[in-house]
């Protein structure tokens, strides 16, 4: 006689979880619908022109303004798997670049020897945070995040070797109609190997289908230690890119 008063809690258990995965489903194939779960992949080349003012780590060296070319390719993933109670969004990024920079080659002087290529390979990854999200005509979102990153860049006047860093990241994306809009900030505070060096990235990018293009700056104050005057390394490039 005890078994009914047994079995109707675990049934009751058993339809509840039923009802709330039914309901999750269907509130993420509806977030799906409208775009918002959409998971992006990027391949692409890229050219840019790197300007500054640079100097060594000697008390008495003159600061020296230069320039620097570089091209390469890079792969980006990006994309949002997943909603949170509060109706915002979970996802996260992977950005890798691969590429050749010319040396620093410093204004008025003549080549020498010791100028060559240098290679360039970046790995950042980072979580992603979707705060903001809406729908209509213009459908877009605003998310942010933090994470990390390396890179190997020998032609660096403040550093020889490779470097780790922590990141921060803002982003906000538009749709309208067949064209997509995106805008996005990342910030280095700091590096392993110099404790004074920040880094601001900006990219701004249009996408017409497959097709993706845009123009990315970066600008990079450094100095030596905490009594060296700030210099300024500026890079400026352009890309395009297949999504799929």
Request: aromatic fraction near 12%; charge should be neutral; avoid cysteine.
């Amino acid at each position: 006689m005890k078994k009914p008063l047994i079995t109707l809690p675990i049934v009751a258990l058993a339809l509840l979880t039923n009802a709330a995965q039914a309901a999750d489903t269907e509130r993420l194939e509806e977030h799906e619908a409208k775009g918002y779960f959409d998971k992006v992949g990027r391949v692409g080349a890229f050219a840019g022109m790197v300007t500054g003012t640079q100097t060594s780590n000697n008390p008495t060296a003159v600061a020296e303004d230069f320039k620097r070319t570089g091209v390469g390719v890079d792969l980006d993933l990006l994309g949002f798997w997943d909603a949170t109670r509060f109706d915002t969004l979970i996802g996260a990024e992977l950005v890798t670049k691969f590429g050749a920079y010319s040396a620093a080659k410093v204004d008025g002087a003549t080549a020498t020897e010791n100028d060559k290529t240098h290679l360039f390979f970046r790995m950042d990854a980072a979580m992603d945070y979707g705060l903001i999200h809406w729908d209509g005509a213009i459908k877009g979102r605003i998310s942010g995040g933090a994470g990390f990153g390396f890179d190997l860049n020998g032609g660096r006047w403040w550093t020889q070797s490779g470097r780790a860093y922590p990141m921060l990241l803002g982003r906000v994306q538009l749709g309208l109609g067949g064209i997509g809009l995106h805008a996005a900030y990342h910030y280095i505070p700091t590096t392993t190997n110099n404790a004074f060096v920040r880094e601001h990235r900006f990219e701004a990018a249009a996408g017409i289908g497959a097709l993706h293009g845009g123009l990315r700056y970066t600008i990079t104050p450094a100095r030596f230690n905490d009594t060296d005057p700030w210099l300024y390394t500026r890079e400026a490039g352009l890309f395009v890119a297949y999504a799929f």
